[in-house]
């Protein structure tokens, strides 16, 4: 903002001009020093407000920052305490994928197809080979392979 109340200079002369001609020369010192006795009554009036405002907000801010430490200890202390649980279930848990994916290859090994064997569509060793791409992440839509 320029100048006074955000009017630059130019525009301030022609008001100058303006009140000069409807309120009078001899009139004009008296409204401009009224303007400026407003003018100081609004300054004063909005730097009461906004150090009200800082007041309220700085005794505000106080007890929030000591509810935030007075709560940062012990939510500290759960999140330790779950990331220590963490640690305690996963490290058991951490070899049973392996067990049993061991199991399952041992399991597989051991059975062999006694349903009716057709004599269109998919074998038996077929769903057996498919079974064994579907483990080791290949894609059974690629058939390119067979």
């Not at 062999?112 to 059974?140: N, Q």
């Amino acid at each position: 903002m320029d100048g006074f109340f955000g009017i630059n200079g130019g525009e301030m002369v022609m008001l100058f001009i303006i009140a000069l001609v409807v309120v009078g020369p001899q009139r004009l010192p008296k409204l401009a020093r009224r303007i400026g006795e407003i003018s100081r009554e609004i300054r004063a009036v909005a730097l009461d407000f906004r150090q009200g405002i800082e007041r309220e907000v700085a005794a505000i801010e106080e007890p929030l920052k000591e509810l935030k430490d007075d709560i940062a200890g012990p939510l500290g202390e759960i999140r330790d305490d779950l990331k220590s649980a963490q640690d305690d279930i996963s490290k058991p848990l951490s070899g049973i994928g392996d067990d049993l994916k061991s199991t399952g290859q041992d399991l597989r090994s051991g059975l062999t197809w006694s349903g009716p064997v057709t004599e269109r569509g998919p074998k038996p060793s077929d769903a057996a080979d498919d079974l064994h791409r579907i483990e080791a992440g290949e894609d059974l839509l690629d058939e390119s392979d067979g």
